[in-house]
């Protein structure tokens, strides 16, 4: 007996389904979607938010011995600029560019640069509004906090703020009349390059054991030598929580706020000054007894050999008024001050007293 065997043939149709199915379940299979981005500043304010930290309290976001003694830091522009951004949702401003090099020297451009790398802040709040001065401390606080530990910079803090505008009220009134506000007079004196408003209200709610609080408002930018309106971001922060009372809700959604919103207000700040400074960086300078215009007339010309820009604001025989224009820090706009009033003929000029930007000096005639 003889038995045949014969093998099978798959059909190519049927063997084409087979592949077709196999590929489209390997092709179920999809990566997981990437982790939410995060920040140190996001990670504080959510703590914040939800009342797992408390407004004094470091938490993990602050570097270790990032800790730092509050003084008085050292070293302006025009601009009216505004930007509007929520703590939580708006983005990051752009970061400060200096001029283009094409209108300054590379000295010039590298001094903007560095100057602004080291601006000098003072923080206050507006004293005109409605808001518990426990809760503009804990503003001020925080934002000075955010300025020691994530850029590094010495600070103002807000009991010598308060302190010196008490101090300084007969000074203050001497000095200028009244001309301008005793913030921006305190600004000057500590040599801050610009100081931020906090203007801001608390809204409450919630009840026993789950107590709510959310903070609105705006920082406000100011450059201290002209108290020019830089720029102003506005905000309104979500609702934070607390299980024990409101006020610390209130604490919490304030500091969250203010954390949120520093990055900004710095990177803004840059950005505007950095527009606003390719004429440089501006000096106001007094002459005490002006009795001879011609004199006064040579002295600004000699002058503008050293400065890159000399602005006649007015004239009297007892005082002139003249703005300075130059990327050099302030000893050398004094120093070029009497090299000019010597080949103008006025060697017995002296400073008799400087107040930030703005230096008064007696000609001695």
């Given amino acids: 007996m003889r038995f045949e065997f014969r093998k ?3 059909p190519i149709l049927l063997l084409s389904a087979i ?24 990670d504080r304010a959510k703590a914040l938010v939800q009342g797992g930290l408390d407004a004094g309290q470091a938490g993990q976001t602050a570097p270790a011995g990032a800790a730092a003694q509050a003084a008085t830091g050292g070293s302006g522009a025009t601009a009216d600029n505004s930007a509007a951004a929520a703590p939580s949702e708006a983005p990051a401003a752009t970061a400060a560019t200096p001029a283009p090099q094409g209108q300054l020297s590379p000295a010039e451009a590298t001094f903007l640069q560095n100057y602004l790398n080291r601006l000098n ?3 206050f709040y507006n004293d005109k509004a409605q808001v518990d001065p426990k809760y503009a401390r804990i503003a001020v606080s925080q934002a000075n906090r955010w300025l020691i530990e994530k850029m590094g910079i010495s600070v103002i803090d807000f009991d010598q703020i308060v302190k010196n505008k008490q101090d300084q009220a007969a000074a203050w009134q001497a000095e200028t009349g009244g001309s301008i506000d005793i913030i921006q007079f305190l600004a000057q004196k500590f040599n801050a390059d ?4 906090l203007d801001f209200s608390i809204t409450q709610g919630g009840k026993d054991g789950a107590y709510t609080a959310s903070a609105q408002g705006s920082m406000k930018i ?7 309106l830089l ?16 006020d610390a809700a209130s604490s919490n959604a304030i500091a969250a706020a203010v954390w949120m919103l520093m990055p900004k207000v710095t990177e803004q700040t840059k950005a505007l000054l950095a527009n606003s400074l390719q004429r440089g960086i501006r000096y106001e300078l007094i002459l005490q007894k002006t009795p001879d215009s011609r004199v006064v007339s040579n002295f600004r010309r000699a002058l503008a050999h050293s400065v890159r820009e000399v602005e006649q604001v007015s004239y009297s ?32 000029i002296n400073l008799v007293y400087q107040r930030g ?4 000096f007696d000609t001695g005639s």
């Fill in 121 to 123: 802040y003072m923080v």
């Fill in 317 to 348: 025989p007892g005082e002139t008024r003249l703005n300075v224009y130059a990327f050099l820090p302030g000893d050398k706009i004094e120093d070029a001050v009497y090299s000019a009033a010597t080949q103008a003929g006025l060697r017995d």
């Fill in 231 to 246: 720029g102003s971001i506005a905000f309104s922060g979500q609702p934070a929580f607390s299980p024990s009372s409101l």
């Fill in 8 to 10: 099978k043939k798959i």
């Fill in 194 to 197: 610009v100081y931020v408003e």
């Fill in 357 to 360: 930007r703005s230096y008064t």
């Fill in 19 to 42: 592949l077709a199915s196999s590929l489209a379940l390997i092709g179920c299979a999809s990566a997981p979607p990437p982790a939410a981005a995060s920040s140190p500043e996001k």
């Fill in 222 to 228: 100011y450059e201290t030598s002209t108290a020019t």
